[in-house]
């Protein structure tokens, strides 16, 4: 072992009783999970002949082939975020998905410029907290998106961001599908191409970080800051009890 750079290892701003060691063993599990791997995928339009919702089904039918159950989410009659009491059928129905899955799949046009309003509807009414448990903490993520013109990632950029924001597991490879009109058939199969190519990439990547991650999530996503700030809180409620 090399000598430290920094021989003076006191931390005078440090809770030596939250610190935690990383350690492989912490990440090394007996018994992993052995049931097939929960997706949860999302698209982001309402057209009749919408290719995010195509590529999504493709990508659905890889996810499969690979074992995966697959749930795909219809976005069709969810209200607009605060539009709607949270006890609504559909904002219900996306809330028991996102606590169901151990991965997703986000899947947008880029309209101008951006993701469009009812993928990031989708997202917005996934909360970032249910009591104290977070529905997206740890889980991994896949982004994909679709375009009119050129090849661009600025859907599957802004994604990545809400994917980290919502603490996921945002995997490093994606998919951006240029001139998405002219890469399926009239029966909405997508044709061999280096964009289906990608897509399987994707997906298989997908596939190995969820069983990779999906038994380790709360060790991936454990925070100094936030056991520091429980064990404050809890003292604080203990404190008020005992008076």
Known sequence: MTEPLFPDATFPA???????????QQLALPQPSTHAPRIL??????????????????????????????????????????????DHPKV?????????????????????????????????????????????QGKTLAVMQVCGGSQSFNAVNQMRILGR?????????????AKAFTEFTDDGRMKPSAFYDRVVDVMEELVKFTLLTRDLGEVLVDRYSERKESAEALSKRVNQRSI
């Open 14 to 24: 440090l809770d030596a009783t939250l610190f935690k060691v990383p350690e492989q």
């Open 41 to 86: 995928m999302l698209y982001g339009s309402l057209r009749e002949r919408s290719y995010s919702r195509l590529l999504t089904f493709e990508a659905a039918r890889l996810l499969e082939a690979m074992g995966c159950e697959v749930r795909i989410f219809d976005p069709a009659g969810l209200p607009l975020p605060d539009g709607a009491p949270d």
């Open 92 to 136: 219900l129905e996306l809330r028991a998905l996102a606590a169901w899955s151990e991965g997703m799949v986000w899947c947008s046009p880029e309209r101008h410029g951006a993701m469009t309003g009812v993928m990031k509807a989708q997202i917005d009414w996934i909360p970032l907290s249910s009591g104290a448990v977070r529905p997206t």
């Open 165 to 177: 924001w919502m603490r996921m597991l945002t995997i490093p490879n994606q998919s951006s599908v």
